[in-house]
């Protein structure tokens, strides 16, 4: 068994990124490890860390992010619906000291639903911070604006194709 190794340069991360493959019979298969280990061995200083949960808190203070009860209130559905949309990945929480919170753009009445959902399915697996990230970051593959953006104009397919994009990079 013969195995070759190919350097690729990734725009989210620094240096190159090294990729194992295996050359089988008839094809090759891309070696990759689990999804929850990617960011696992990062090292981050606690300053940074502290800053990034400060900065977390003012979210949940601001109004960016809802607790459950004014989320449901906000779409006026049940828990039980919640939790199904959450095990389709339609919806996605992010964690703030320990407590589980919503975008509050999820519940914007003047956002698409559909689209925001679709979009969330999209990214799949990925954690709640990542998929935060992915919505309001402004992109230069989507003209230097952010996914919110150009969902509240009507650029869904774009928006969906970028969000694959994005679930291979990260989880590659």
């Given at each position: 068994m013969k195995?070759?190794?190919?350097?690729?340069r990734r725009a989210f991360g620094q240096g190159l990124?090294?990729?194992?493959?295996?050359?089988t019979?008839?094809?090759?298969?891309?070696?990759?490890?689990?999804?929850?280990?990617?960011f696992s061995t990062v090292?981050?200083?606690?300053?940074?860390?502290a800053e990034v949960q400060e900065h977390?808190?003012?979210l949940a203070e601001d109004g960016s992010l809802l607790d459950a009860?004014?989320?449901?209130?906000?779409?006026?559905?049940?828990?039980?619906?919640?939790?199904?949309a959450l095990?389709?990945?339609r919806f996605f929480t992010v964690e703030v000291d320990g407590e589980l919170y919503y975008p509050a753009f999820l519940a914007n009445t003047?956002?698409?639903?559909?689209?925001?959902?679709?979009?969330?399915?999209a990214l799949g697996e990925m954690s709640g911070w990542l998929k935060w990230d992915f919505f309001v970051a402004r992109r230069g593959s989507l003209g230097d604006k952010s996914p919110l953006e150009l969902l509240a104009v009507g650029d869904i397919k774009g928006v969906i194709a970028r969000a694959r994009t994005f679930k291979d990079e990260v989880l590659d």
């Open positions: 195995v070759r190794t190919r350097l690729k990124v090294r990729f194992r493959w295996q050359q019979t008839r094809y090759f298969v891309r070696l990759r490890p689990p999804p929850a280990e990617h090292d981050i200083s606690d300053d940074v860390r977390r808190r003012r009860n004014a989320f449901q209130v906000a779409l006026s559905i049940t828990p039980a619906d919640v939790q199904t095990d389709q990945k003047d956002m698409d639903r559909h689209a925001l959902e679709t979009v969330s399915q």
